[in-house]
């Protein structure tokens, strides 16, 4: 299982591409640009709310669900892989893993960003919050993944940023857990949670899980089973 945002595709290079585009669109002082990065806390401020700050600093004159729609859009569209994410996936599968995207947001939102990233035809299964009535760290959100990738939660893995949300809400099923710390990241945690393993970005905690589970594609050998400790024979 792995999180979208800042695990798989890294959200401030997208941001910041968006705030220069909507600056220049507007009229606005390109210098603004790093103000416009510090409102959006990165990307965990309410958007109406940041949206709302954006538009009364530069004057932008349109409705707030006009503005939220096209910052949505935009920003989601952008949404793009790495090559390296992108082989990191395919070598996962490769050596029988399912992969579910477990993601918190609005649906309309998360959904975007999938269909731009090119995601959907790279994984199993995809589950985001708002459809499932419940968001991370919810157990049911992770049961509800494993379920729709046609496996149990037995000897899964869980890949992402949020210590909170990620980690510990994996861990909370029995599930084994990748932090993917990122640099730019400024939440505090609570949970206390203790990754399995730690890694900064999303192929390194691929790879990670590979050899940890013995299942590099190095040595020519048949992959295993999808789901390490289940019973589960291999496809
Ligand atoms: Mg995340």
């Not at 999180?3 to 220049?24: G, H, I, K, S």
């Not at 210590?163 to 084994?176: F, M, T």
Request: hydrophobic share 40%; glycine share 10%; proline share 6%.
């Amino acid at each position: 299982m792995s999180d979208l945002d800042d695990t798989l595709v890294e959200r401030p290079p997208l941001f910041r591409a968006w705030a220069e585009r909507f600056l220049a669109s507007v009229g606005a002082p390109a210098d603004l640009l790093d103000w416009v990065v510090e409102q959006d806390h990165g990307g965990h401020r309410p958007r109406r709310e940041f949206l709302a700050a954006l538009a009364a600093r530069t004057g932008y004159d349109v409705p707030p669900d006009v503005f939220l729609d096209s910052h949505n859009d935009a920003l989601s569209g952008s949404y793009r892989l790495t090559e390296e994410t992108r082989a990191a996936l395919k070598e996962a599968r490769a050596a029988g893993w399912s992969v579910a995207v477990v993601t918190n947001g609005p649906t309309s939102v998360q959904t975007a960003k999938i269909e731009a990233s090119g995601l959907a035809e790279l994984v199993d299964a995809v589950c985001i919050s708002e459809e499932v009535g419940v968001a991370k760290p919810d157990p049911l959100i992770f049961r509800t993944a494993a379920g729709r990738a046609g496996e149990s939660l037995d000897g899964a893995w869980m890949l992402g940023d949020n210590l909170d949300a990620d980690i510990a809400g994996a861990q909370g099923v029995g599930a084994r857990a990748v932090w993917v710390r990122r640099d730019y990241d400024r939440l505090g945690y609570t949970s206390g949670a203790e990754p399995d393993l730690v890694v900064t970005s999303f192929a390194e905690a691929v790879r990670a899980v590979l050899d940890t589970t013995g299942q590099r594609a190095t040595s020519g050998s048949c992959p295993g089973p999808a789901w390490p400790g289940t019973s589960r024979p291999p496809a």
